[in-house]
Nanobody, 127 residues
């Protein structure tokens, strides 16, 4: 079993910044670098959507158009941690943010490509 724990719960004003972290662990957890990692978000009444993804090595990244240029995903395989740096936050970024781990060989944007999910962390951006 793999556990993913997000941190970085925040209330921030529009235009502000926030960094989310997600640490992976677990009794049957294999090497963190074996997993692609992703961040998704779900706003009230909306579907969970892809935000950003990163390859196993961290050399390839992908961001949704809605966050491109404002958010940056990164990972530290030595710390079993993936990050999401969020800048220029806007009220429409308000959502529960989830990190996810998958065994796809390349970055994936579909939820079905990710096997393990964190519990989610609330991000609220006030106007």
């Amino acid at each position: 079993q793999v556990q993913l724990v997000e941190s970085g719960v925040g209330l921030v004003q529009a235009g502000g910044s926030l960094r989310l972290s997600c640490v992976a662990s677990g009794r049957t957890f294999s090497t963190f670098s074996s997993y692609i990692m992703g961040w998704f978000r779900q706003a009230p009444g909306k579907e969970r959507e892809f935000v950003a993804g990163i390859s196993r090595s961290g050399l390839s990244i992908l961001h949704a158009d809605s966050v491109k240029g404002r958010f940056t995903i990164s990972r530290d395989n030595a710390k079993n941690t993936v990050y999401l740096q969020m800048n220029s936050l806007a009220p429409e970024d308000t959502a529960v943010y989830y990190c996810a781990a998958g065994l796809s060989p390349t970055i994936a944007t579909m939820r079905s490509s990710y096997r393990y999910w964190g519990q989610g962390t609330q991000v609220t951006v006030s106007s």
